[in-house]
Structure formats: C-alpha cells, structure tokens
C-alpha cells in the first residue's frame, strides 16, 4: 500500500477537539503511557521539548509526573496551541509548559538545548520525516534522550480488519483523521531506513504492538523513575 500524505497542519479547531477526543478514549493508555516511557528516558530534571504538542496532553501529563522538567511544546496548528494552553491550565500546569508556533522542520533553539525530545503521532503529517528527526536530534544535548513515536503503515488487507476494530469508539470524525494518519505513515522497513539514515548515536527502533514504532535514545547515564 502506498503511502498517502495527508496535510501537514491540523488547523481546523472541529480537527483540535476531534483529536482531543482521544484524551477521553485512550489517554490512561495511549498518552500516560508514552509519558512515562519519556520520563523514564534517564533524565531526571532539565528541559523537554514536545514536538508536534498537538492539544498538550503528552507535555501536561510529563509536567504532573515530574514537576522538575521544564518543558517547551511546539505545533504548527494555532488551534491545536489554544487547546493545548486551555488544558494546560485546567491541568494545573499552565505555568509550568511553555506552548509556541513552530515547525518541526525548523525548531528555533539553538543546538544542544534539550537533555530530552519527545514526539509522539507527528511524522506521518511531514513528507519529509527526516528532516524533522535530524532537527530533534540537533537540538538535543548529546548525552540527552529522544523518544520519536508514530502509526505504523500496515500492508491494506491488514488495516481492513486492524482499523475498523482499532476506531470502534471513535466519532466520524476522529475516524476519518485516524485512517488518514495510517495512510500516511512509515511502513517498519521505511521507520527503520530512517533511523539508519539519521545517523543519531545510541538510537535504536523499537515496535509497539502491531501499530506503532519508535525511535529511542536513553540518556547517559540511565536512571529509572519508579511510578507511584
């Protein structure tokens, strides 16, 4: 199956509060889990950054298990940063993420800002996914962590059955979006050239069950946080 593209920026706010319907489905799995895993990447304090924040709920939920991040989210999507900042206060962590308009492709800080990045579901929107890896990895601090999450492009006969099944409790709408992401993500073996390509010391590519895949580098030295 071909990969689709579909648009790079989700700027509709009807698109916002669809995705966000994903906090009330799946946020105790999809989102806390991915957050602990970033928390857990080896560093204990120092600055994040969230690309492709999306309406926050990876950084909000980073902020609430460890209070001594300091955290930068980015989007391309104006509705996607006034959700984000809304949850975010009704969160109890406004002050504590600092949400900005940006682009992946271009992340305005310096090299070797972040002892951690994070992104989770954004590369399937870029046509050029690299590119946005190999900013990530710029900005971070060598001996820093990246955790790079996103859909896995399944063979079609695969994603017939996967899908409708994976989507059952979703509105028209997040469906729609959902199929879409699938489409245009990475099949394993173009996720795992990438990783190869980017040339990131330490990474390695990781599965998470049959739908997504990651890339991971822990920090140095690596030291677990223990989950209450």
């Known amino acids: 199956m071909a990969r689709v593209l579909e648009p790079e920026v989700m700027d509709a706010a009807g698109e916002a509060l669809a995705y966000d319907e994903l906090e009330r489905l799946l946020g105790p799995i999809l989102f806390q889990g991915f957050a602990e895993s970033a ?91 690299l590119v946005a890896v190999k900013e990530m990895n710029r900005v971070t601090k060598p001996q820093g962590a990246l955790l790079i999450r996103d859909v896995r492009r399944l063979p079609a006969p695969i994603m017939t059955v996967v899908l409708p099944l994976y989507c059952v409790r979703y509105s028209a709408m997040l469906r729609s979006l959902t199929y879409a992401s699938y489409r245009a993500g990475l099949t394993q073996r173009e996720f795992g050239d990438m990783v190869e390509q980017a040339g990131i010391e330490r990474a390695r590519m990781t599965r998470q069950l049959i739908t997504h895949q990651s890339l991971e580098r822990r920090a140095v030295p690596y030291s677990p946080i223990t989950m209450n």
Request: hydrophobic content about 40%.
């Open 39 to 129: 928390v857990n990447m080896g560093v204990a304090s120092g600055r994040v950054l969230d690309v492709g924040t999306g309406p926050g709920r990876i950084a909000i939920r980073m902020a609430k298990l460890n209070p001594a991040l300091s955290i930068d989210a980015i989007d391309l999507s104006r509705s996607m940063l006034s959700l984000a900042e809304q949850n975010a206060r009704e969160q109890g962590v406004g002050d504590r993420v600092r949400f900005s308009l940006s682009d992946a492709k271009r992340i305005p800080f310096p090299d070797r800002t972040f002892d951690l990045t994070v992104c989770h579901n954004m590369l399937h929107q870029l046509a050029d996914p």
